[in-house]
């Protein structure tokens, strides 16, 4: 029993976050919301040159074969810089679904190794998400019908853009005619993707989150150390110090809910469903909480476009209903507890 | 990451499940905020003792059975999970325990270790006075040694001493410089409850019992072999017990998940009614998702704990996360209960409704006890997040 992570974990997650420090400041983000597709193929192009593309493809297709509980350190700095881009769902939860596919697809090896080197952009039109994320700029789209998944290329569909308050998201209404030539699976094979895809979708949203939550926790912490009002630091007073001790608390107790998570779903534990779910619920609470006491300590300054807490904030808004929302996320933990001779208590923390 | 259990802790699981399958007590034993009922929790110790099972984490020399802390979560899932008894020691078996065995020396661990694993003895907290609680700083009573340096002289007043109205014996901070001011002069004394001098008057609790007392000193000699650590450093050792207190030990998930579990039974049972009221169905998920939280991040740092890692002020979430749990947990059993959630034990009607009322109570202190949440929210925004004082 160990639920820690490896030194080796631990400092790609420390890569990671310096990488992005510098290729993803909040400059950057700025100059990429004000552009007309939202996203730069440069930043793109230095994710790939850095391996993150490749990291959940199988190591046979050019890739590093990382599992999910990788995946939970790596969202968490994709939330932490907020990066306006789709890597999360190319190379993770499209990643997965491709993976999964069986041997000999038409194109499955072709897709994930491109998926590698960083030359394609998928999205994923899961039926959770009314809106799809990123399809404009995508070259792929993996749209259900039913049970059935297709891919379909993105000249197939049609596409309405619906805009969000979060300015690096990209939100449309996808509309397209399913048809046997992009067909990939169906049936109950369909079903196990979609179910699958779903939870990898909900994992990534929940690291993401908890990620904001830190960056606005981070945020707020260094902004009342150095505003000053009747003469003192505003962080000296206790009314803000305990809207940032309790957004504090919230992140503590969050973060081991999703490590849990994800060695669920790496493992293929048959209570992964209520896990991840548990997980998106923990971390968007906290993401919020952080918005919440971030802007209120932040004062009227939080309210403006000018200081930084906006863009984390807007985007933990966003994604909290982003792969299911937390009454979605609630019924499924309901289902799994509340179901007669449900294993709850001492002692299944860890035993199914 | 690996979440399976060794087979040696699987073993272990086993051994205590079969255990306590084989000796926990028939009947539920008395309040121990009673005299008849802190007796029975003794015999119960006592057996525990027996069998090895008081103190698992404490070396076997000193009473334990020198299991790690992954063992010891599993002896409290098993412990708490079976229902069995609360732990009527825990002031000097979590609190004082450990920190004998920190700064205690060899003599006095062999003198108090084993009698307090076993419950010979048992302990009483002497921190708080009538002016110093969250100031604790504050402390007036004194410990003046004696010309010859054999023993202290002892004079003031403690307060909310939990179970202080049938303990043997209190630890807690008195000042043995008087000319000092806040945590400096302050000594961290043993001091037997049967000495002359010491007079106890109990303080009734919500629930009518003697849960706590306050005790009074006048000229009581305590020997200079019970201070533990050196002269004027007992502030040093009291916030290292407090640490202990806010932090892991004191009170395990297991407690918490079994809480959880009963109230997803009680709200099953009363569905029809609770769910007039769809905010109790969510806190009702709650209470699984957010023990099991708790319990993930035990397990958390424990694990960091055997890496080298030592826990610092993110402790003091544990204090605020656990206390706010549980009181929310027993607020929702009232609600379910509802017009028969006011019943206290003696009401024939009252059934299982009275063991929720008692816990309720007992949650409300929840928050105030082991630093107050407030305290706690300050340490956090000072000690973890760096804002200024």
Known sequence: MDFTFTDDQLAFREAVSRFLMTEAAPEMLREIWDTDIGRSPELRKSLAEQGLTALSVPENCCGLG??????????????????????????????????????????????????AEGSIRIAVGHPVNPLVADANPA??????????????????????????????????????????????????????????????????????????????????????????????????????????????????????VLYRAAYALAHGEAGADARVSHAKLACGEAAWLAARHGIQVHGAMGYTWEVDLQMFMKRAWALDASWGDRGFHKSRVADAILVEGAALGPGHTFEE | MDLAYTPRQKAFREEVRAWLAANLPRESLASYDTREGFEQHREWERKLFDARLSMVIWPEALGGRGCDLIEWLIFEEEYYGAGAPMRVNQNGQLLLGPTLIEFGTEAQKARFLPRMASSED???????????????????????????????????????????????????????????????????????????????????????????????????????????????????????????????????????????????????????????????????????????????????????LAKGARIGAEASTNKIYWSELDLKMHETAMRILGPFAELTGDAPEAVEAARWLDGFLFAQAGPIYAGTNEIQRNIIAERMLGLPK
């Open chain 2, 122 to 304: 048992m302990w009483a907290q002497g921190w708080s006075e009538p002016n110093a609680g969250s100031d604790m700083a504050a402390i007036t009573s004194k410990a003046i040694l004696s010309a010859d340096g054999s023993h202290y002289v002892v004079n003031g007043q403690k307060t909310w001493s939990t179970r202080a109205s049938f303990a043997d014996w209190l630890f807690g901070l008195f000042r043995s410089d008087p000319g000092s001011s806040r945590h400096h002069g302050l000594s961290y004394l043993a001091v037997p409850l049967d000495a002359p001098g010491v007079t106890i008057r109990p303080i009734q609790a919500l629930n009518g019992k003697q849960a706590f007392a306050e005790i009074f000193f006048d000229d009581v000699k305590v020997p200079v072999e019970n201070r533990i650590g050196d002269e004027g450093q007992g502030w040093h050792v009291a916030m290292a017990t407090a640490g202990f207190e806010r932090g892991l030990l004191l009170r395990s998930p297991a407690r918490f998940q079994y809480t959880a579990r009963k109230l997803v039974e009680l709200y099953k049972a009363h569905r029809e009614v609770a769910d007039r009221d769809p905010s109790i169905r969510d806190a009702v998920i709650e209470a699984w998702t957010g023990t099991e939280a708790y319990a993930l991040s035990a397990y958390h740092t424990v694990g960091r």
């Open chain 1, 66 to 115: 990382m599992d999910d509980v990788a995946w939970a350190l790596m969202t968490q700095e994709l939330g932490y810089y907020a990066i306006p881009d789709s890597l999360a769902d190319v190379a993770y939860v499209a990643a997965g679904l491709i993976t999964a596919l069986p041997a000999g697809t038409a194109e499955r090896e072709a897709w994930l190794v491109r998926i």
């Open chain 1, 139 to 256: 070259d792929l789209l993996l749209l259900a019908h039913g049970d059935e998944v297709h891919a379909v290329p993105r000249a197939q569909v049609e596409i309405e853009a619906n805009a969000s308050i979060d300015l690096s998201r990209r939100l449309a209404r996808v509309r397209w005619t399913p048809a046997t030539a992009s067909l990939i699976a169906d049936g109950e094979a369909g079903r196990a993707l979609w179910a699958q895809t779903l939870n990898r979708g909900a994992l990534s949203t929940a690291g993401q989150l908890l990620g904001l939550a830190q960056r606005m926790l981070d945020l707020s912490v260094d902004y009342v150390a150095q505003r000053k009002q009747f003469g003192k630091p505003i962080g000296s007073f206790q009314a803000v110090k305990h809207h940032l001790a309790d957004v504090a608390t919230k992140i503590e107790f969050a973060k081991p």
